[in-house]
């Protein structure tokens, strides 16, 4: 049995993490940066350790400082949570070495599939499909092009070392190819510190569906089900729902077994996700790669599905065997949920750090917030800016996005600026409604809603009808009983809704 356990990570992942061991009577270590004193994790944990300076490189990756902070706390375990250290295989040799328990799968398999050409040999090893391309590294462009000629245009560079997008390269033609290489390369060796790249063909108009995957250390392999991730910007998920509203009992069965088989040739242990991309035209799937951490979207599994995967990777870091068989796990209902960031999305999605002088996080059936600030949080310029996770659950897919609808309006965050008001314009966009959601979703969102604002403006005073007055009389209501709503509200609060009544669509911009 694990007694005590230190959390390497900060925000709202840490948040969870110690929720978890709190329900297994499981002592909780936090760390924390100087930019950190007082966050809700410190304030949650049972002791704290300071472990150095704002900047992520002087404490939360600071791999001695950590350790340190575990032996004087003389914690049996550290889990890694998700960035900073969750990948590295270094980390978690060096836990081990420390006689701590990682909780996490083993230095071997995070090394294997952070290799994303191993990672496609593993994949074929397991009999999975993989995107038809490379499984070693390119030598030269002339070894490139002949690949390329022999897969057909377009054609996607990626770095061996990279994933989630960083470091690829779309390939149309064969013109283009051999700068696409030289700068994927030398962007590849700045970012990883390696530069190998591979290719693969390009799968037109993709989906992004992974599977929830789980091991324990007596040879149990089980998958959780999907999670729709198709919603990106600039290949960061920025909407996660399970199921996936193209699912069906036969792709997920298949999917599943595929990840499962995946798992268990990279000698898997603990939580894993599989990625895949499906073809939004013949359903097929392909192999993309695997992440060896809990993710971010884990909650909407977790909704969909009732296990508690931090509570299970506890579990089977102590050894035990997993709580459930594949045969226990069902999927009830439909989560969604939105990654509400402190950043602007009237200004190009710039970071809005700065303090939360009021918070109101909304809660009510089928909802749940998980969140790492407080109201006077400081949100500082030095980590990511992601500042809760708002899922909703229903019994369908258009309950879950009624009570996310309903639960965004709720939400209130005053004196930086949030991604909220372009997730209250997404639950109420068509597309997304009617389930729409291949990769490229949000460009044609953002032309829709510009072309919104063309039509509200082209309009005109003279134009508006009785109903448009009743629309906008309800909108301007509705913003300022908004902003009578908190005592700290903060004047000059730009805010962005979508209104529809009787046929009628407004886009609404107001500052109050
Ligand atoms: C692809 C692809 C098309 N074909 N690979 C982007 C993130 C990274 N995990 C993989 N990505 C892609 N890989 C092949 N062979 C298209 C993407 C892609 C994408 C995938 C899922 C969701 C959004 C995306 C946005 C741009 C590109």
């Not at 040999?121 to 002339?142: C, H, K, N, W």
Request: aromatic share 8%.
């Amino acid at each position: 049995m694990l007694r005590k356990i230190l959390i390497a990570n900060r925000g709202e992942i840490a948040v969870r993490i110690i929720r978890a061991c709190r329900d297994l009577n499981i002592s909780t270590v936090a760390v924390y940066s100087e930019a950190d004193k007082g966050a809700l994790h410190v304030r949650l944990s049972d002791e704290a350790y300071l472990i150095g300076p704002a900047p992520s490189v002087e404490s939360y990756l600071r791999i001695d400082r950590i350790l340190d902070a575990a032996k004087r706390a003389s914690a049996s375990a550290i889990h890694p949570g998700y960035g900073f250290l969750a990948e590295n295989a270094d980390f978690a040799r060096a836990v081990l070495n420390a006689g701590l328990v990682f909780i996490g799968p083993t230095p071997e398999a995070m090394e294997l599939m952070g290799s994303k050409v191993n990672a496609r040999r593993v994949a074929i090893a397991a009999g999975a499909p993989v995107v038809p391309g490379t499984t070693e590294p390119l030598d030269s462009y002339e070894e490139a092009q002949s690949v390329a000629a022999g897969l057909g245009y377009p054609v996607m560079l990626k770095a061996s070392a990279g994933g989630g997008g960083k470091g690829m390269r779309f390939v149309e033609r064969e013109e283009d190819l051999r700068s696409a290489l030289e700068t994927a390369q030398s962007e590849a060796a700045a970012a990883f510190g390696n530069a190998e790249v591979y290719l693969e063909k390009a799968v037109e108009r993709p989906r992004h569906i992974e599977i929830q995957v789980f091991a324990d250390t007596h040879g149990n392999f089980v998958h959780l089900g999907e999670r729709e991730c198709s919603i990106q910007r600039r290949h960061q998920k920025v909407v996660e729902e399970c199921p996936s509203p193209i699912n069906d009992a036969s792709l997920r069965e298949r999917m599943g077994q595929a990840a499962v088989e995946i798992a268990r040739a990279a000698n898997y242990v603990g939580a894993g996700t599989v990625e895949f991309l499906v073809s939004d035209v013949t359903r097929d799937f392909y192999f993309l790669e695997m992440n060896t951490r809990l993710q971010v979207e884990h909650p909407v599994t977790e909704l969909v599905t009732g296990f508690d995967l931090v509570r299970e990777q506890i579990r089977v870091a102590e050894g035990k065997p997993l709580s459930f068989t594949q045969e226990d796990v069902r999927w009830h209902g439909h989560a969604i949920e939105c990654r509400v960031y402190a950043e602007d999305p009237a200004n190009d999605f710039m970071p809005s750090p700065g303090r939360i002088s009021f918070l109101n996080v909304p809660a009510g059936p089928g909802i749940r917030d998980d969140g790492g600030v407080t109201s006077g949080t400081e949100v500082s310029i030095y980590y990511d800016p992601m500042i809760s996770k708002l899922a909703a659950w229903g019994r369908t897919r258009a309950e879950a996005i009624d009570r996310l609808r309903r639960a965004l309006d709720e939400y209130n965050v005053d004196g930086i600026k949030t991604t909220l008001p372009f997730f209250r314009a997404i639950v109420r966009d068509d597309e997304f409604i009617a389930g729409r959601l291949d990769t490229g979703f949000i460009p044609r969102f953002n032309e829709r809603q510009a072309r919104a604002v063309e039509q509200v403006e082209e309009t005109g005073a003279e134009a508006i009808e009785q109903r448009d007055a009743a629309l906008i009389a309800a909108a301007l209501d509705y913003a300022r009983r908004q902003s009578q709503a908190s005592a700290n509200h903060q004047p000059g609060t730009e805010e962005q809704s979508r209104w529809r009544m009787a046929g009628r669509a407004a886009l609404l911009n107001s500052r109050t």
